[in-house]
């Protein structure tokens, strides 16, 4: 079953503007992480946030988690059309003794020049 | 460094037939997971070993898929026989332990059961 549930579904945006994608999720996590994949190609991590923390920065990127209302959000700054992709939200499960890494829908990001 | 090595790229099969995908993950990586991306949705978790032991195989519809790691390395996914539903792009992912690190994944293997 997925975790995580990311909004919007599909955004699409000129290049410049910022992009925000969120990811709510349902049971307590180890971690979350966000994910890029390119049409045709495999996933490509991008950030990592681990429980106990509440933002992170990397480039143009910045991810913020609220483990109270169990949501994430991803801020890409001065998207450019080259951020065209879709992005994923996985979160690693709290309590077990494996980790398993859960995936959810993603948000398909349009990026116009 | 190399990444995750999958093959074949494509593989076009008639239904009830029988197929296998094959990944070579980073070297040094104990983690190996496949996972199953149909159109239009996120990966969904298959199998998942540690080195070659099996520590979550629950998503795997084991009646018709199986899976090995011999050697802790290598790894094939089997689907005999084949439906139309396991029509999707199969993801082999590796990462260095299973606890907290980012998994690498590779170019997928794309199936279309006709």
């Known amino acids: 079953s997925q975790q995580g549930e990311e909004d919007p579904q599909a955004l699409s945006i000129q290049e410049g503007e910022n992009a925000t994608m969120n990811c709510s999720y349902k049971?307590?996590?180890?971690?979350l992480q966000w994910y890029r994949q390119n049409s045709g190609r495999g996933l490509v991590h991008l950030i990592l946030?681990?429980?106990?923390?509440r933002e992170k920065h990397s480039g143009r990127l910045r991810v913020t988690l609220d483990t109270s209302k169990k949501s994430s959000s991803l801020l890409i700054t001065a998207s450019r059309a080259a951020d065209t992709a879709s992005y994923f939200c996985?979160?690693?499960?709290?309590?077990?003794?494996?980790?398993?890494?859960?995936f959810g829908q993603g948000t398909i990001l349009t990026v116009h020049p | 460094e190399a990444g995750v090595a999958q093959s074949p790229r494509y593989k076009i099969i008639e239904k009830r037939q029988s197929v296998a995908f094959w990944c070579n993950p980073i070297?040094?990586?104990?983690?190996l997971y496949w996972y199953q991306q149909i159109l239009g949705q996120g990966p969904k978790l298959l199998i998942q070993?540690?080195?070659?032991?099996?520590?979550?195989d629950s998503q795997l519809p084991k009646d018709r898929f199986s899976a090995e790691r011999l050697k802790g390395v290598d790894s094939t996914l089997k689907i005999q026989p084949a439906k139309l539903e396991d029509s999707a792009v199969y993801l082999c992912?590796?990462?260095?332990?299973?606890?907290?690190?980012?998994?690498?994944f590779g170019s997928g293997t794309q199936l279309s059961v006709l």
């Open positions: 996985a979160t690693r499960q709290g309590g077990t003794s494996y980790g398993k890494l859960t």
């Open positions: 049971t307590s996590i180890n971690n």
């Open positions: 946030i681990r429980s106990n923390e």
């Open positions: 070297s040094g990586h104990a983690t």
């Open positions: 070993f540690q080195n070659n032991g099996v520590v979550d």
């Open positions: 992912a590796s990462s260095f332990g299973w606890r907290n690190e980012k998994l690498f």
